[in-house]
């Protein structure tokens, strides 16, 4: 017979916690958590205080939105935090949607690739090819469509 509900075994407290990823900005965020829960439990916290003590220590260890690793990180702490339930799911992606707006303000990577499709490479002592001759107040000419000139009248 049940006589009650009991709370699950917080994971920071049992040392479970160990980032599947290796990414340095989440195992960051994850020790500050479970240090916040360990020192607030030694000081007679109960397990609600001291997950509210964890998360907020989460949250704090965070990296800032300043730069194109630290957006990664940040979005990679935040993903982790919805995860383990660090953060609840409405703050979460508030927090996500902050991080997209900063990754707009970064500056754009110039891409060779992108500047060799938009110039085409000329050879020194070449002109540019033109496809369509024209002079002003002429039609264009090329070998698709000929001249008015050539057609008889009817």
């Given at each position: ?25 989440v ?10 829960y ?45 995860l383990?339930?660090?953060l ?13 707006v ?14 060799r ?22 039609p ?15």
């Amino acid at each position: 017979m049940i006589t009650g509900l009991e709370t699950p075994p917080d994971p920071a407290a049992a040392g479970l916690i160990h980032p599947a990823t290796g990414n340095p900005a989440v195992a960051l965020c994850c020790k500050a958590y479970a240090r916040a829960y360990r020192e607030a439990a030694a000081a007679g916290k109960d397990h609600v205080l001291a997950k509210f003590v964890a998360c907020a220590a989460y949250r704090n260890a965070m990296p800032p939105l300043d730069g194109v690793e630290h957006i990664r990180g940040f979005i990679a702490c935040a993903a982790h935090a919805m995860l383990i339930g660090a953060l609840e799911t409405s703050d979460g992606a508030k927090l996500l949607y902050a991080a997209q707006v900063a990754s707009t303000f970064l500056p754009k990577p110039s891409s060779p690739d992108i500047q060799r499709r938009r110039k085409p490479a000329e050879k020194p002592g070449t002109e540019p090819r033109k496809l369509l001759s024209s002079t002003p107040g002429s039609p264009a000419q090329s070998p698709y469509c000929p001249s008015p000139a050539g057609r008889e009248a009817v």
